[in-house]
């Protein structure tokens, strides 16, 4: 009779092939990880190494290092967390050697935070805006064209000389918005303020957000640039600029990348004023 369950026996080199693998999914792995933010002063540095110890995912991985950080809990589920500076999901793998990096959401703000002006050139149409915008040692810049700029600068931003990068003779319209900071904040004197970027995954999402906005709207070129470092009242912060051949367009692909660069650019602004200092905290992004 047949038998009803037939053993195969392994080659040697199979059974120590499967003897490696079982010993490297209990492996202890080493990942460095940098906080920023408000959540560098709850962990009280700003990178550390971590050993992690299986499984090796996302949800582990923060689970052990709220573990070993424990006064990050008081930012209960607000906390982002990212690997190899990418938004990372909780099934995310985690290897050896990788770069996490914690931090509280990105600076949003409210529309008392920053001011900004949204001005039209080539059509002489010019908009006020009120908004609550957020704003590497010199210029860091990811990838783009000469009218394709995504860019981080502790020196103080030239307005008028970004909008000129993305101007074509065959568009009708740049619009440029400018997010600078303002004196008072809900009654609050604000003295100055601090930038402070993760600045790899900032480029790496400004420039995301230039391919979206490419393929969301009708625009010929989208430059972004945002301030780190202290800013004075007044400094410009951010300057978004965009053209296009018609002004609509412009306008819209302006409006949407202000809104989703301050849920999903890893920049934090810190407001110092006459009684004290505090983070500014966003509504946190929905990756």
Not at 14 to 43: E, P, W
Not at 147 to 159: A, G, K, M, N, S
Not at 265 to 278: A, H, L, S, Y
Request: one cysteine or more; hydrophobic letters at 40%; charged letters at 30%.
């Amino acid at each position: 009779m047949t038998p009803r369950h037939r053993r195969f026996a392994l080659p040697a080199h199979c059974k120590f092939l499967n003897v490696a693998m079982q010993t490297t999914n209990k492996t202890v792995i080493s990942v460095r990880v940098l906080f920023f933010g408000a959540a560098r002063d709850a962990a009280a540095c700003e990178e550390a190494e971590l050993k992690l110890n299986p499984p090796h995912d996302s949800a582990s991985a923060f689970a052990q290092l709220l573990n070993a950080y424990p006064d990050l809990r008081r930012f209960g589920k607000s906390l982002l967390f990212a690997v190899n500076q990418e938004y990372a999901e909780a099934d995310r793998e985690i290897f050896d050697g990788d770069e996490l990096a914690v931090f509280p959401p990105v600076s949003g703000g409210s529309e008392n935070k920053l001011t900004t002006e949204t001005r039209s050139h080539g059509e002489d149409e010019t908009v006020d805006e009120r908004a609550a915008d957020a704003g590497s040692a010199d210029v860091s810049s990811a990838p783009g064209s000469q009218r394709v700029f995504f860019e981080l600068t502790t020196d103080p931003i030239d307005v008028g000389a970004i909008a000129r990068r993305v101007v074509l003779a065959e568009c009708g319209a740049t619009v440029t918005l400018d997010g600078y900071a303002r004196e008072w904040t809900r009654g609050r004197r604000t003295l100055y303020l601090v930038y402070e970027a993760y600045a790899p995954m900032a480029l790496r999402e400004m420039k995301s957000l230039g391919e979206q906005a490419h393929k969301k709207f009708e625009i010929a070129h989208i430059g972004i640039v945002h301030r780190t470092g202290r800013l004075e009242i007044g400094e410009t912060s951010v300057v978004i600029a965009v053209s296009a051949p018609h002004r609509r367009a412009a306008f819209e692909a302006c409006e949407w990348a202000i809104r989703e660069l301050k849920h999903t650019v890893p920049i934090w602004k810190k407001e110092f004023f006459e009684d004290g200092e505090v983070w500014v905290e966003g509504e946190g992004s929905d990756r």
